[in-house]
């Protein structure tokens, strides 16, 4: 059992609370991603999970042991680090057992687990060179095998690919994805790139302000988002929120000045008295200016993007982005028409939760993810 259950975790750095009451359970198994901004405490739990920092607060059990108090190496974890922390003057081969060495496990089975780790990750051919004879990409690989031949109940990985260029990135999330669900072991992977987190994870923690804002799969934290922050984190681009006021007797709202009937879902949102909308790009549709029932504005600049175009448009004081079909294009300061369907839009309360959720019955969330990484 690789579970790891976290309690009620707070951390502080002379007086600065960085985590906040966290209680999180990752289940065995599982590939859980921490998702967030630059300061958000992700790194930090990553830590503590580890042992490398101690909580000011709260419990920390690995495949049920409390290990809250217990230094690294009596975790049963193993740690992939952004720098991949290599040994230079071993050999891979020696990189590789070094986990073994320490635990004086018998020279003979040392030699055989390496070859056997080196083999599932086809590196068997740079045994007997040195890091520096290494690219990045077999680099990240070998750390990932001195990682896998201690055979830990949990892997915790740090940014392991922000190091890598950008293609190379996108080649070993699918390695390193492939082979957790080969090995099964629990992985908690920590990033602020949401492209790695959508596309690797079968649960996201995102995180902010050292508290958890939703946990759940990535589907559902992009098509669902359990408030203002998330959907406007998750997403590229990210999701559209613009100020709303509730219009009563036309059952809808008022959007940069256009009134926006909303049918069944005003019922919702007036109850909820909600005071912005969401809507993303793929879900809004540009029409002739004028156009009854849309909101009026104007073109900002055209982005095309290949097979489609992206299109910002100025609604008043806010901004918006708009998917249009390929081979779309018009003058800056065109006037346009914004269509948004009730259906496909989020509505959020005053304090940022969100009141309403998007429907997802004529868009399934599989494709709005899809488009997303497309």
């Known amino acids: ?86 040994y230079p003057h071993l050999t891979v081969a020696e990189n590789i057992a070094y986990p073994l060495k320490v635990r004086k496990v018998d020279p003979a089975k040392r030699a055989d687990a390496v070859l056997r780790v080196a083999r599932s990750l086809e ?16 680099r990240q690989r070998i750390a990932l095998a001195r990682a896998i031949i201690r055979e830990p109940a949990a892997f915790l990985m740090d940014e392991p690919l922000s190091n890598l260029d950008a293609k190379l990135r996108i080649t070993m999330r699918a390695e390193i994805k492939r082979l957790q669900q080969r090995l099964g072991t629990t992985t908690i992977y920590v990033t602020h790139d949401q492209v790695e987190a959508l596309t690797m994870a079968d649960r996201v923690c995102l995180l ?77 549709e540009l029409v002739p200016a004028g156009t009854p029932g849309t909101v009026s504005g104007s073109v900002y600049v055209v982005e095309p993007l290949g097979d489609e175009v992206f299109v910002d448009v100025q609604l008043g004081e806010a901004r918006v982005s708009v998917r249009a079909p390929r081979g779309w294009t018009a003058a800056p300061g065109s006037p346009i028409g914004v269509r948004v369907d009730p259906a496909r839009a989020c509505f959020f309360t005053s304090d940022g939760a969100t009141a309403v959720h998007r429907s997802t019955e004529d868009s399934p969330i599989g494709k709005e993810v899809e488009g997303i990484l497309s």
């Open 208 to 284: 902010s302000g050292g508290r958890v804002q939703q946990y759940a799969p990535p589907q559902e934290v992009f098509d669902r988002p359990a408030n203002r922050f998330v959907a406007e984190f998750v997403g590229n681009p990210p999701m559209n929120v613009l100020d709303v006021a509730l219009d009563p007797h036309g059952a809808g709202v008022v959007v940069a000045g256009s009134p926006v009937p909303l049918g069944d879902r005003y019922r919702a949102c007036a109850d909820a008295g909600v005071s912005h909308v969401g809507v993303r790009a793929r879900d809004l």
């Open 123 to 138: 590196v068997d051919h740079l045994l007997q060179r040195r890091p520096r004879q290494l690219s990045g990409g077999q």
């Open 1 to 86: 059992m690789g579970e790891v259950v976290l309690s009620e975790i707070s951390k502080e750095f002379d007086g600065l609370r960085v985590l906040e009451d966290l209680d999180l359970r990752v289940e065995d198994g599982a590939f859980v991603v921490l998702l967030g901004p630059s300061g958000c405490g992700k790194s930090t739990l990553l830590r503590i999970i580890a042992g490398l920092e101690r909580p000011t607060a709260g419990r920390v059990v690995i495949a049920g042991q409390d290990v809250t108090h217990r230094p690294p190496r009596g975790r049963d974890i193993a740690m992939v680090f952004q720098s991949y922390a290599l």
